[in-house]
Nanobody, 127 residues
Framework: QVQLVESGGGLVQTGGSLRLSCAASGRSFSSNAMGWFRQAPGKEREFVATISWNGGNTYYSDSVKGRFTISRDNAKNAEYLQMNGLKPEDTAVYYC????????????????????WGQGTQVTVSS
């Protein structure tokens, strides 16, 4: 019943920008941390960014810090990832994720710490 659906992926040139959206349904995540992960072919799913329950705290992987911005809108039960200065190494399937527990101020960075996942959206950055 709980669903997370990503959108906004696509093909972009190096240095370009994309904005990913994640729409959640089936339950509210207004008291839960949310995040973004990505997975390239032949590689494990890796952490990208996370945001606390009310958007007051964020944390980014070193590879995207300064280029990506995570945000959320609890009234819409949604989160977003603004990606600027895209590089070919950013090419991957991007997944929206949400924690299943109430953890105020929590910033989980491990795949195992999230309960709900979207099906992913492809981001391809051409050289």
């Amino acid at each position: 019943q709980v669903q997370l659906v990503e959108s906004g992926g696509g093909l972009v040139q190096t240095g370009g920008s994309l904005r990913l959206s994640c729409a959640a349904s089936g339950r509210s995540f207004s008291s839960n941390a949310m995040g973004w992960f990505r997975q390239a072919p032949g590689k494990e799913r890796e952490f990208v960014a996370t945001i606390s329950w009310n958007g007051g705290n964020t944390y980014y992987s070193d590879s995207v810090k300064g280029r990506f911005t995570i945000s959320r809108d609890n009234a819409k039960n949604a989160e977003y990832l603004q990606m600027n200065g895209l590089k070919p190494e950013d090419t991957a399937v991007y997944y929206c994720a949400a924690d299943g527990d109430y953890n105020y101020g929590y910033l989980p960075q491990s795949v195992s710490q999230y309960e709900y996942w979207g099906q992913g959206t492809q981001v391809t950055v051409s050289s």
